[in-house]
């Protein structure tokens, strides 16, 4: 039997869902589709809850947002497994793996419905315990995102295990924004995610001004303390029930009380400070419009007032503010809802991020289709109705389009669906900012999570569907399957609508409507506190594990087969090529610095289509360092039979103990390799320790203190000092800054020099030259130079590999050994760009 193409980190607590028949055709639903950039349909089919429905958009957009998933895993370190990156590079203001707490709670949201439950609770666990986290420089719903998961993947021990960390986390917010006067939170609009919002255009700070009692901040934080009142419960520890429950009361009653407008019928945000702008003054705790320049206009509504109906939060008695969301004169547009209303006097369409004052935004359209399907779940109205719900579910799927294909970036023009001037190379494609597949889990197909073992469901597809099902949906332990059959033709199965639990008929109904059904006991999953790990990650920047590669490509990355993602598409680039080497074969190999049990190597290959430069290898060798030489690993198994494109080529064998693997690539015919991921999973205890770096790198200084010291011709403004190119750190990601760049230098040459305490003999130097791709990239050239006691020489017989400097990779120098106090690396730039290192190691040979 082939080996399935999912992990062996998570081989062991796989649901066996493929126990349970088939309502869909899985393969036949991916095959469906044309989009593809990852082709591993069996991943696929082994993690995702599968649908179909009429509405071909909606399906298409459904399958598209969970290959955007997959692009945005990131496999942090061993110690802490998976978490999930925002944009399709690391932008300076992420934490660590690209993270940023913005869009996490939608993210958690999302991947809860996947069948292995370590993805989201690695993530969790990361968000409250990484030092590289950064939770709160974004509003984010972290404590009911645990329970939603939960909800769908109970284990409580894991849960009661995070409150300490979810109170303190709650504590921290109370300690920095509570405002005691009037019982709320206050926040920015930039710090909800809402730059240079219509509030702090009000002011003189247009990106950062207008603090405000936001009804976004306070129903995310009302949601925080009941969950945290939940999940204390599960320990039954009245005292934390209590105190967080009162919390809850008292932010509720006040958002109700005080930022809702009646005459306006809408929430809105109020100032926590007195601004001017113009001569106008923005009045503090008065509600949006109500005093400053705009004073007294009947507008000011934004789309994240419907937010609080996202969380239920809302009593009932506010559902005239629905009246305005389906409106062409308030929110509704050809590819909306807008985030302002479109008549008020700040509306505006700019053609560059990040004005939340027109443009349609997929992170506020997901806050209001959740709060659109509480709605029409929860409440009594009449201003919205399924029909409404569907019709702006499929504004949003094909809202999910450029150039035909599916596609999402960071905000879109409402009236053109365009996504031009939000939609920024290397960085927006596929941007991971909102959600979808649990709008149509939860929405469409009405499923109620819950935390006991009554399953229902309220499915909002309007009355002209005639099917849908959703299949393979994971559910407390068990697989569920939902299927509305107007005529019973569609699926086989009967006419009706219908509830599977693991396989077997459990629930029935003539019509489309409420319906539930009592479960087994939930079986829960276990937490795996020492799960098989990745030995060949290296996102932290340790020394090891260490790449090399014969030959790369100079527009593509080595350090990017080490960061814990796995992305095909170009652009944006996440990949390692060996084009333009004229080799038959090329090689990459990785030293984990200290013997390691490996059982597992999973290569992700890249090939870009007929006729282009990277095409799938015709075949790849593994090999292992037995100490003394490259032997071929003895493989149990492959999978597939040879590597294709877009999916893992993986290698199972008896576990081997090695210091080195290499694997080479024997290229097609006329066409480079290329991989955008290479692993080598094996057994192993937490905690994960990174093998030492090797004594005698002269250079090196991990706190800054006394000798060497490292200075500079030019330093830039954003922290990339000297001192932090001989810290020991090796991070070719923009933040954390562990670099020194010339970056803004007036020069077309700097150097980077290295003081000896005395005199030391150096015959090899290591550059990991740091490219940005933009203002900072590989030189034209480098040298090496040693200060003779007068002055600065030229070291003669130098070799370099490669010959040409590379960025995000080792650059070697060598040279006949010589004695001197001081070296110094000068760099002549490469045209406007300017040269840096992310490390520099100084050698005696």
């Known amino acids: 039997m082939k ?42 089919e082994e993690h995702i809850p599968f649908f179909d429905s009429p509405d071909a958009e909606i399906n298409t957009t459904y399958y598209y947002r969970w290959e955007l998933v997959t692009r945005h895993f990131v496999y942090g370190n061993p110690n802490f497994g998976y978490a999930f990156t925002e944009f399709a590079n690391r932008p300076f203001w992420s934490g660590a793996y690209g993270t940023i707490s913005c869009p996490a709670g939608h993210q958690i949201y999302e991947v809860r419905w996947l069948h292995e439950p370590r993805y989201v609770r690695d993530y969790l666990r990361f968000w409250m315990r990484h030092p590289g986290a950064q939770p709160r420089n974004y509003s984010f719903w972290v404590a009911d995102s645990a329970w939603a998961a939960h909800q769908v993947h109970p284990n409580e021990a894991f849960l ?56 976004t901040f306070n129903a995310y934080m009302w949601a925080d303390a009941h969950a945290i009142a939940r999940i204390a419960g599960l320990n039954d520890d ?119 004052s027109g443009q349609s935004w997929p992170f506020a359209t997901t806050q209001t289709l959740k709060a659109m399907a509480n709605l029409l779940q929860n409440y009594e109205q009449d201003h919205v109705d399924r029909d409404d719900y569907a019709s702006l579910f499929h504004t949003f799927a094909i809202t999910h389009r450029k150039d035909g294909k599916p596609y999402i970036a960071e905000a879109v023009n409402p009236y053109t669906g365009s996504w031009q001037g939000h939609d920024m190379r290397n960085r927006s494609e596929h941007y991971f900012h909102s959600g979808f597949t649990d709008l149509v889990i939860t929405g469409l197909a009405g499923v109620q999570p819950r935390n006991d073992d009554t399953f229902t469901i309220k499915p909002l597809v309007p009355d002209d569907w005639d099917y849908f099902a959703l299949d393979n949906l994971p559910y407390r332990g068990h697989t569920l399957s939902i299927i509305w059959d107007r005529t019973g033709d569609r699926y086989g199965m009967g006419s009706g609508l219908q509830i599977l639990v693991n396989g077997e008929p459990a629930a029935t109904a003539p019509e489309l409507g409420e319906l539930t059904v009592d479960l087994p006991t939930a079986r829960v999953i276990p937490v795996d506190e020492n799960p098989p790990m990745n030995y060949a990650v290296n996102n932290d920047g340790n020394y090891y594990p260490r790449y090399q590669a014969s030959f790369v490509n100079p527009d593509t990355s080595l350090a990017m087969l080490s960061d814990g993602q796995y992305r095909y598409d170009v652009p944006p680039a996440n990949r390692w090529t060996t084009v333009g080497s004229g080799n038959v074969s090329d090689w990459v190999s990785v030293d984990f610095g200290i013997e390691r049990p490996i059982d597992e190597v999973r290569l992700y290959v890249l090939d870009d289509g007929g006729g282009t430069e990277v095409r799938a290898p015709e075949s790849i060798v593994l090999s292992y360092w037995d100490g003394t030489d490259w032997r071929d690993v003895p493989y149990r198994e492959t999978h597939p039979e040879r590597p294709m494109g877009g999916r893992p080529f993986t290698i199972r064998f008896a576990t081997l103990n090695t210091e080195r693997l290499r694997a080479e690539v024997i290229h097609a015919e006329g066409a480079g390799s290329g991989l955008t991921e290479f692993e080598a999973w094996g057994p192993g205890e937490r905690p994960y320790t990174p093998a030492p770096p090797p004594a005698g790198n002269l250079a090196y200084n991990a706190d800054g203190e006394g000798y060497p010291i490292a200075t500079a011709s030019f330093s830039d403004r954003f922290g990339g000092i000297p001192r932090r190119a001989i810290d020991g750190r090796i991070v070719f990601e923009a933040n954390p800054v562990h670099r020194w760049t010339s970056y803004g230098s007036p020069d077309t040459e700097d150097w980077l020099e290295i003081e000896f305490a005395e005199e030391k003999t150096v015959g090899r130097a290591i550059l990991h030259i740091y490219d940005d791709r933009g203002g900072v990239q590989a030189p034209e050239r480098y040298t090496v130079e040693i200060w003779t006691g007068a002055d600065w020489q030229e070291v003669s017989g130098q070799t370099k590999n490669p010959e ?20 110094r690396v000068v760099f002549t730039h490469r045209g406007n760009a300017r040269s840096g290192v992310t490390e520099l190691e100084i050698w005696e040979q």
């Open 160 to 215: 009661i295990d995070l409150l300490p960390d979810l109170i303190g986390n709650y504590q921290a917010w109370q300690d920095r924004q509570w405002v005691e006067e009037k019982g709320m939170f206050w926040q920015l609009g930039h710090d909800d995610g809402m730059e240079f919002d219509i509030n702090a255009q009000q002011t003189r700070d247009i990106l950062r001004g207008g603090q405000s009692l936001r009804p």
């Open 3 to 44: 080996l399935r193409s999912f992990s062996p980190y998570l081989l062991s607590l796989i649901i066996p869902i493929t126990a349970f028949s088939q309502v869909l055709d899985r393969r036949s639903l991916l095959e469906d589709q044309t989009f593809w950039a990852n082709r591993d349909f069996e991943w696929f």
């Open 238 to 356: 009245r005292a934390i029930v209590d105190r967080f429950l009162e919390k809850a009361d008292l932010i509720k009653s006040q958002v109700e009380a005080h930022l809702w407008d009646p005459e306006r019928q809408f929430f809105f945000p109020m100032s926590n400070q007195e601004h001017e702008r113009d001569g106008y003054v923005v009045e503090r705790h008065t509600l949006t419009y109500e005093t400053g320049r705009f004073a007294g206009s009947p507008h000011g509504r934004e789309l994240h007032g419907y937010v609080p109906w996202a969380f239920n939060m809302p009593s009932p008695g506010f559902e005239d503010a629905w009246r305005f969301l389906m409106d062409e004169d308030y929110f509704k547009a050809p590819f909306g809802p807008t985030t302002v209303e479109q008549n008020d006097p700040l509306f505006v369409l700019q053609p560059g991020c990040c004005w939340w």
């Open 804 to 823: 040409t400097p590379t960025g995000n990779m080792a650059n070697t120098v060598t040279f006949p050994p010589v004695s001197t106090n001081k070296v």
